[in-house]
């Protein structure tokens, strides 16, 4: 099923994220995992591609499993920085022979020796030239693609950035999926921003539960998130124990998505971290809400 289908229709929905294991040796304890979260039958899944990694094909497998076995949909990550024409041409017929109809199409993070100055000599230097060759790949894509509330920390301007960003819509994505925030004005303000700009296609925003405090500091370093006061002393006051941050964590992340639900937003996509109970604790706190 193609996942904008789903997002047309006005039921709200919760959609999950699961990563594959970064070396092969670990396939075997990541696995279960996603089961796991499969069973929970979210409305859709997606599974991330590790740029440049030997495991990059673990993402197709992963992603055709959970749909053949739990016929939960799906939707498969690829990104282009670091790869040539030839290997994403090749990943794409993969997509295309495994009939993933959904792709979160991506640019990936520049390695620390890639400089954009050199980008002249690269097959892709944005996502919107992988959104363009997923258009002109012969498969009829559901293509997403990422947005930031906060700013990617590349650019200078929000004004740059949604510039870049309803470029890759005009291109042919068919949504967009937001990095993670912690502060839902931060996505208020940015939706009222694009659609100021002309964005109109569905926007799902992510929603990460931060359930131990040392997950926080990986979580700002990648996303260059802003922590309000009170998720700050949250983490001061729970920290400390296992239990009651994961406690707390899940909590702030529902009320997070409850408030969205309340606002307006019908779709949110929770990064799970390859984590069943944590994502059963948040469909949990939810089930009355989801579908409505
Ligand atoms: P782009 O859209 O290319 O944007 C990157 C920067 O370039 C922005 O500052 C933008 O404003 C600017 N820009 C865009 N187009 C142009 C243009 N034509 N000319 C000049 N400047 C331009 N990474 C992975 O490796 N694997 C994953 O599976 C993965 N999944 C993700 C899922 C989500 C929801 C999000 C939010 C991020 C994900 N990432 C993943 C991280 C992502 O690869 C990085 O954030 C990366 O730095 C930018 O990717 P992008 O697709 O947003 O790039």
Not at 176 to 189: P, R, V
Not at 195 to 218: H, S
Not at 232 to 248: E, H, P
Request: glycine share 6%; charged share 25%; proline share 4%.
């Amino acid at each position: 099923m193609k996942i904008i289908n789903l997002l047309n229709n006005d039921r709200c929905t919760l959609s999950f994220e699961v990563f594959p294991p970064k070396v092969s040796s670990s396939f075997d304890e990541v696995k279960p995992a996603i089961e796991k979260i499969a069973q929970l039958k979210p409305s859709f899944m997606s599974v991330t591609y590790g740029a440049g990694g030997g495991t990059s094909r673990f993402t197709l497998d992963i992603a055709e499993d959970i749909r053949n076995r739990y016929s939960v949909p799906t939707m498969a990550h690829l990104t282009c920085v670091s790869s040539t024409r030839e290997t994403v041409l090749e990943k794409i017929n993969e997509l295309k022979k495994a009939g993933i109809q959904n792709v979160m199409a991506l640019r990936g993070d520049l390695t620390p020796e890639m400089k954009l100055s050199d980008a002249k000599h690269w097959d892709y230097s944005h996502a919107v030239d992988l959104i363009r060759e997923l258009k002109n790949s012969g498969a009829d894509f559901c293509i997403g693609c990422a947005c930031y509330p906060e700013v990617h920390p590349e650019s200078q301007h929000q004004t740059d950035d949604i510039f870049y960003l309803k470029e890759k819509v005009d291109a042919g994505c068919d949504f967009m999926t937001t990095q993670m925030f912690f502060d839902n004005n931060l996505l208020y303000n940015f939706l009222y921003k694009i659609r100021e700009a002309g964005i109109t296609a569905p926007v799902v925003p992510g929603i990460m539960p931060i359930t131990r405090a040392i997950q926080l500091k990986r979580a700002i370093e990648l996303s260059g998130s802003f922590i309000p006061q009170r998720f700050k002393a949250m983490v001061d006051r729970f920290g400390g124990d296992d239990r009651a941050m994961a406690q707390a964590g899940i909590a702030y992340a529902t009320d997070q998505i409850i408030d969205l639900y309340a606002n307006g937003v019908k779709h949110v996509h929770l990064y799970t971290m390859n984590k069943p109970e944590i994502a059963r604790a948040v469909m949990n706190n939810l089930s009355s809400i989801i579908g409505k």
